[in-house]
């Protein structure tokens, strides 16, 4: 595998999708997803210039990356798994975003362990909008809940920046972008609901259909198997 070569492969192919998609250079930001990778291979993509990267496992997260944080402080970390009450401690110590909001009680709980820090965690919701997948919020009503008490004030460590979903695993190319469009429309309607924050992320697009995301407005593709390889799940 290599790494390098993978990431300059999919960041060209990442550019030139903005160009054809009309969207502005830049506008999609690359989250390398180095889960059941170890931190060395983390390092050969920040030699390459990766400053992003995602993790779904907290445990996981927190011990590849402490020391990586420590002598890289360019480097981010977005945990995009879902997140257990009793892991968020050691997720915030280690990340500046958690794509994976899947439920209101989570809020309380990110607000307290940023609040000890005194830091800022950026959340996307996550919306439900795959058949298989049963991660995230079933509907935009929920999410409504979530950004009412944001507006309240009553989570201020707490900064949503937008939207994450998982396409349904399938071949079918018209499923994966009706839920692609579907968390678009979410967001559209979220964000003139409520002018006071600034929803613009998307967060959409993995290695098998992260082109169909691009199309339909990704600003976030999270890509693991394309950069670093096959994940080894019997390690
Ligand atoms: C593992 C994972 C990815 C990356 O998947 P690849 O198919 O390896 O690119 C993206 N998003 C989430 C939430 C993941 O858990």
């Given at each position: 595998?290599?790494?390098?070569?993978?990431?300059?492969?999919?960041?060209?192919s990442?550019?030139?999708?903005?160009?054809?998609?009309?969207?502005?250079?830049?506008?999609?930001?690359?989250?390398?997803?180095?889960?059941?990778?170890?931190?060395?291979?983390v390092?050969?993509?920040?030699?390459?210039?990766?400053?992003?990267?995602?993790?779904?496992?907290?445990?996981?997260?927190?011990?590849?990356?402490?020391?990586?944080?420590?002598?890289?402080?360019?480097?981010?970390?977005?945990?995009?798994?879902?997140?257990?009450?009793?892991?968020?401690?050691?997720?915030?110590?280690?990340?500046?975003?958690?794509?994976?909001?899947?439920?209101?009680?989570?809020?309380?709980?990110?607000?307290?362990?940023?609040?000890?820090?005194?830091?800022?965690?950026?959340?996307?919701?996550?919306?439900?909008?795959?058949e298989?997948?049963?991660?995230?919020?079933?509907?935009?009503?929920?999410?409504?809940?979530?950004?009412?008490?944001?507006?309240?004030?009553?989570?201020?460590?707490?900064?949503?920046?937008?939207?994450?979903t998982?396409?349904?695993?399938?071949?079918?190319?018209?499923?994966?972008?009706?839920?692609?469009?579907?968390?678009?429309?979410?967001?559209?309607?979220?964000?003139?609901?409520?002018?006071?924050?600034?929803?613009?992320?998307?967060?959409?697009?993995?290695?098998?259909?992260?082109k169909?995301?691009?199309?339909?407005?990704?600003?976030?593709?999270?890509?693991?198997?394309?950069?670093?390889?096959?994940?080894?799940?019997?390690?």
């Amino acid at each position: 595998m290599d790494i390098k070569e993978n990431l300059r492969d999919i960041l060209k192919s990442i550019r030139e999708l903005e160009k054809k998609s009309n969207r502005e250079e830049g506008s999609v930001k690359l989250v390398a997803v180095s889960k059941f990778h170890a931190g060395e291979e983390v390092l050969k993509a920040i030699e390459e210039g990766q400053l992003l990267f995602g993790e779904n496992r907290v445990q996981e997260a927190f011990q590849k990356f402490t020391p990586i944080l420590s002598q890289n402080p360019k480097v981010k970390l977005h945990i995009i798994g879902s997140l257990q009450s009793n892991k968020v401690r050691d997720a915030v110590k280690v990340c500046d975003t958690i794509e994976s909001v899947d439920r209101i009680s989570l809020l309380k709980e990110i607000e307290k362990q940023a609040a000890k820090l005194d830091k800022n965690i950026n959340i996307l919701f996550e919306l439900h909008t795959g058949e298989e997948s049963k991660a995230g919020f079933e509907s935009v009503e929920e999410i409504k809940e979530a950004l009412d008490l944001l507006k309240a004030n009553t989570y201020p460590h707490i900064n949503p920046i937008g939207f994450m979903t998982m396409a349904p695993f399938t071949k079918d190319e018209q499923l994966i972008r009706k839920s692609f469009v579907s968390l678009r429309e979410a967001k559209e309607h979220l964000q003139k609901l409520y002018p006071m924050f600034n929803l613009s992320e998307l967060s959409m697009g993995m290695s098998g259909d992260y082109k169909i995301a691009i199309e339909e407005g990704s600003t976030i593709v999270r890509i693991g198997t394309a950069i670093f390889g096959e994940r080894d799940y019997s390690k």
